[in-house]
T-cell receptor, first 114, second 107 residues
Framework: DVKVTQSSRYLVKRTGEKVFLECVQD?????MFWYRQDPGLGLRLIYF???????EKGDIPEGYSVSREKKERFSLILESASTNQTSMYLC?????????????FGPGTRLTVT | TQLLEQSPQFLSIQEGENLTVYCNSS?????LQWYRQEPGEGPVLLVT?????EVKKLKRLTFQFGDARKDSSLHITAAQPGDTGLYLC???????FGAGTRLTVKP
């Protein structure tokens, strides 16, 4: 059974803290993605990665960075958390040879920045 | 960026009713996907439609891709409480999602 796991389901951080969100997939997928989900705005792409050590900016990369040192792990970093980064963060993966471009999602991390 | 607009934003119906939700864009898509997201979980792929005019059925769910490949619809027959969730459309391979339709089916 395919699986994408995220390090925390709920996280509360203070403004200015450095925050690490971890995502691990066990499907040997080349592609991994980070989204944030806000009511009325849907899923917005923050960063994605096609391969180890490779990253591409999505639509809203400001205030975020990513790291992909191993194929199975994709980390999202908030360098200095701000209240407007309070959101649900979703990680996804997809195989390079996926015929229908199916993305597999983790359960999400609900981050609150106070 | 290819924008996807979904309507309605919210839908609350009684068990047994039929419903249709829509996904529209001004851009042409090579294919479109529908995902369902249940509370506390990530989205799960329901279907990918590829050919203009294509109709796919998944039990009580019928998905249609517009002839011009700019829009899609999801029709649910005899909705059940288990259908409750957020329905999202996405451009396949595009990594962009609509804002979703939040469906509540009351018993």
């Amino acid at each position: 059974d395919v699986k994408v796991t995220q390090s925390s389901r709920y996280l509360v951080k203070r403004t200015g803290e450095k925050v690490f969100l971890e995502c691990v997939q066990d499907m040997d997928h080349e592609n991994m993605f980070w989204y944030r989900q806000d009511p009325g705005l849907g899923l917005r792409l923050i960063y994605f990665s096609y391969d180890v050590k490779m990253k591409e900016k999505g639509d809203i990369p400001e205030g975020y960075s990513v790291s992909r040192e191993k194929k199975e792990r994709f980390s999202l970093i908030l360098e200095s958390a701000s209240t407007n980064q309070t959101s649900m963060y979703l990680c996804a993966s997809r195989g390079a040879g996926s015929i229908n471009y199916e993305q597999y999602f983790g359960p999400g991390t609900r981050l609150t920045v106070t | 960026t290819q924008l996807l607009e979904q309507s309605p934003q919210f839908l609350s119906i009684q068990e047994g009713e039929n419903l249709t939700v829509y996904c529209n864009s001004s851009s042409v898509f090579s294919s479109l996907q529908w995902y369902r997201q249940e509370p506390g979980e990530g989205p799960v792929l329901l279907v990918t439609v590829v050919t203009g005019g294509e109709v796919k059925k998944l039990k009580r769910l019928t998905f249609q891709f517009g002839d011009a490949r700019k829009d899609s619809s999801l029709h649910i027959t005899a909705a059940q409480p288990g259908d409750t969730g957020l329905y999202l459309c996405a451009g396949a391979g595009d990594m962009r999602f609509g804002a979703g339709t939040r469906l509540t089916v009351k018993p």
